[in-house]
């Protein structure tokens, strides 16, 4: 076989025609298994995404059932439930019942730094009202640092009253049924500091500013519902129809904030 004359010399060490070069081989062996690393990851994100939830949710729970813990601690010193909010002489709103169970969640120190004389949101309580507490941070909403979740409900008949502080004896009903404090989205979050909550005609508006779909972007905070407190410290996950009769209810005035089954 005669030798093609137009070809190029070869070089001692050049591989066979025909054959890629070690560098070659490897390069393309890297993209290979680049790319299946790529098809994996696209397939185990959204299982990855969906165990977080659960480990989220769990985690909003403990707020809550330390919450409860502190306002009943708070309850045990004093005597009665903490005021939605502390006013001044001219009965402008100050600091949130937040505020007022920081030493019941191991934040003292944080209490002893702000001034109770002066409105939350005053120059001298700068500082303090930017620090984030995760105990009032819901880890399944986005949301700034310094804002809270976590609202007390307000109403005629419930456990809060706006400027009074209420006995745990005055509240009507069984204590595993009446609500205390419900969580919130992002929509309705505000800084843990602020003295602003959940009042009965806000929570009537609430059921129609939740959005269901993946289309709305304001959302519930778990798939399916939100995560509240009840009167004896227990914490229950309250579905979209168990949502609706507590505004119901709350609306209507009954003898009970809410009335939901006990588990």
């Not at 790319?35 to 659960?54: H, K």
């Amino acid at each position: 076989m005669e030798e093609n004359p137009y070809e190029s010399p070869r070089t001692e060490g050049d591989p066979p025609v025909g054959q890629k070069s070690p560098v070659a081989r490897r390069l393309i062996q890297g993209l290979v298994l680049l790319g299946i690393l790529v098809v994996l990851a696209a397939l185990l994100l959204p299982a990855v995404r969906s165990a977080r939830e659960p480990a989220r949710r769990s985690q909003c729970a403990n707020n809550l059932k330390n919450i409860a813990w502190a306002l009943r601690n708070y309850a045990a010193e004093y005597e009665c439930l903490p005021p939605v909010y502390t006013v001044d002489a001219d009965g402008k709103p100050l600091h949130s019942w937040r505020t007022l169970i920081l030493p019941f969640i191991e934040q003292a120190a944080l209490y002893d730094r702000i001034d109770l004389t002066k409105p939350w949101d005053d120059p001298v309580n700068q500082h303090a009202s930017e620090v984030s507490l995760s105990v009032y941070r819901c880890p399944s909403v986005v949301s700034p640092d310094n804002h809270a979740n976590y609202l007390a409900v307000v109403a005629p008949f419930g456990c809060f009253q706006s400027t009074s502080s209420r006995k745990l004896s005055d509240i009507p009903g069984d204590a595993h049924t009446v609500l205390l404090v419900i969580e919130v989205n992002e929509a309705h979050s505000l800084p843990w500091m602020e003295p602003t909550e959940a009042i009965e005609p806000w929570l009537r508006n609430l059921d129609t500013s939740w959005g269901r779909g993946p289309e709305t972007s304001v959302r519930t905070p778990h798939p399916g519902g939100v995560q509240a407190v009840m009167l004896d410290g227990s914490v229950r996950f309250l579905t979209r129809e168990e949502l609706d009769e507590l505004i119901s209810k709350t609306s209507n005035g009954t003898s009970q904030l809410v009335h939901i089954e006990a588990e």
